[in-house]
């Protein structure tokens, strides 16, 4: 086992280390940036399928839901097409109005998760066209779908997802800027700068990861005791929000909130006193004058605020106690960058708490029960 950590002291923290190799295995044969192309068979063979649907829905639970949600905003930004995004669980229960007219894409790591395959036999039955987003090669729901795109992020280990889930991006990404390419929307200058800007994502992510590992490292110590926590975000952010409040929950058993920043107002800001770390990630590009204001609201409540924000950013950075940076991107892409940080944090706190980081009580690895 040692030997599979590659000298890491967990899986966890080795998957988040992978992630400029795992983000570019995604990307590997697909993007190709010269010749300006994004090569996608399990869409392109199906491509009449996408552009005459009323909508695409996605489904999938826990992680693989949050970047379902991400996929909803690159997919109608980009591609001009509805998106639905649901939890397998409910979708499954609430007989659902779905024609052949849909496509239905599920999400799933470990593409065993009981509940997804459940609500894709289920659209499945009902005539939808159902693509699957897996990173297990053959696994269940790899097999009963119509086509699909595996996210290629190799192994993954830790209970906690962490490459997995930004190889979801990618590959949501990759989807949506070739259906927007084809349908017209998405016209060729911006297509071949957004491809370019994707294709330095890795490079991103490395940088990242050495110029913040050691200062999570030291704030997570001052976090240790924390009994809760809240993340937000807006845009494109507000799901990497719920994935960092789901990262802290899972691994540390502290009680984390993730919220779209605006939304504090409506009852969540009654939590805040000196006493309530927030997480807030504050990228240049996407509503940054609006976050300012919300952050501070909480500056004048005095929640302590770890701020994530782009290299030289000065107004949130001012009203912060703690600092993290990252290069800035196109908006869309914000979250793949965002989300390390945010995994290290969760990782390092839950790591000095004493806490089982890769096998968290309570859960499992792949969820193959409702
Ligand atoms: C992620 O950290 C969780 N362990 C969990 O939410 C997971 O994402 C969920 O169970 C879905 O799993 P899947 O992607 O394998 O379907």
Known sequence: EQIEKGGYEHFMLKEIFEQPKSVHDTMRGRLLVEE???KMAGIWDHIEKFKNANRIIIIACGTSWHAGLIGEYLIEEYARIPVEVEYASEFRYRNPIITDK???IAISQSGETADTMAALKLAKEKGAFIYGICNVVDSSIARITDAGSYTHAGPEIGVASTKAFTAQLTILTLIAFKLGKHNGNLGNADFMRLIAELDAIPKRIEDVLSSTHDLVQ???KDFVGAT???????????????EGALKLKEISYIHAEGYPAAEMKHGPIALIDENMPIVIIAPKKGHYDKIVSNVQE????KGKIIAVVNKGDTQVSAMADY?????ETAECFSPIVASVPLQLLAYYIAVYRGANVDQPRNLAKSVTVE
Not at 228 to 242: D, I, K, T, V
Not at 323 to 327: Q, R
């Open 102 to 104: 849909d496509v239905v």
């Open 36 to 38: 300006g192309v994004i």
């Open 218 to 220: 030291n704030i997570a």
């Open 298 to 301: 909480i500056k004048a409540r």
């Open 228 to 242: 809760n926590f809240l993340y937000l975000g807006r845009g494109y952010n507000y799901p990497a929000a719920l």
């Open 323 to 327: 600092v993290i940076e990252i290069p």
